[in-house]
């Protein structure tokens, strides 16, 4: 493992996009960090820009570039987040193994293929990869494992349905945060629940092993998730929404700090990990 101690080598993966702007400019903010590297991909219009000035604050000295950097030997506290898109995270788990640097991974929308890539690189670096980056709503994950634990057997029967709202330039559905709620709370309710997305037509009364998805998209909405678990008699409804996207990056930082202290080394972390909420 790295010394922990002095400020972290940050590269943002993804820096001219809308998360990559405001870990930069989070990033920039901190003390903790130093900005090193921002990359975004061949065809950015960003592409030779100040990282910092593209994010809307003052000038960082770090350009916006396809190429990673090349650090000396003093960096040996070095972090890579990554916000990007599906077909670019490949060569970002590629150079991370490569160089031997910790790896925060908030890109959703990843096929299975590259998960179990994931999964083989952080034999050999230690990698974050959650759905999101929000402490909000990996808190509320947990809690939603616990309520549907209590009143899984409940007379009458649990219903949970999971509502997701983002914006209209969000091009996976449901969200890979609606994903990861239905997959604890399917954890606690058994190996015989089924996953539904959406309803139409004559669909017949609601059977007692779903769990029902359904993505909404308007206007700039920048994430917001209402889990319902109802009864007959009474309803919980645990919702939580994002007012802006830096829930979202400063997560990310969070989860980059933790790995540099760290102490176990190599493997595939989650938020529940950096929160210190892991059941290993």
Known sequence: MADSTGPISLTVHGAAGR????????GLADPNFQLV????????????????????????????????????DSA?????????LPEAIDGCVEHCVKVGSPLVVATTGLSDEQKQNLSEA???IPVVWAPSMSLAVNLSMKISEQITAALKDVAGGLDVEILERHH????DAPSGTALKFGELIAGQLGESTTHVHGREGHTGARTREEIGYHAIRVGDNPGE??????????????NVAASNRDCYASGALAAAKWLIHQKKGPGLYSMFDVLGMSNN
């Open 19 to 26: 998360m990559g702007r405001r870990v930069v400019a989070l």
């Open 37 to 72: 590297g921002a990359i975004d991909h061949a065809k950015s219009d960003h592409l030779g820009q100040d990282s910092g000035a593209v994010a809307g604050e003052a000038p960082s000295g770090i350009e916006i570039s396809s190429h990673w950097p090349v650090l000396d």
């Open 76 to 84: 040996t506290n070095q972090a890579v987040i990554d916000f990007s």
């Open 122 to 124: 952080a034999s050999s």
């Open 168 to 171: 209209r330039f969000k091009a």
């Open 225 to 238: 998730h209402t889990i319902v678990f109802g009864m007959l008699g009474e309803r919980i409804e645990l």
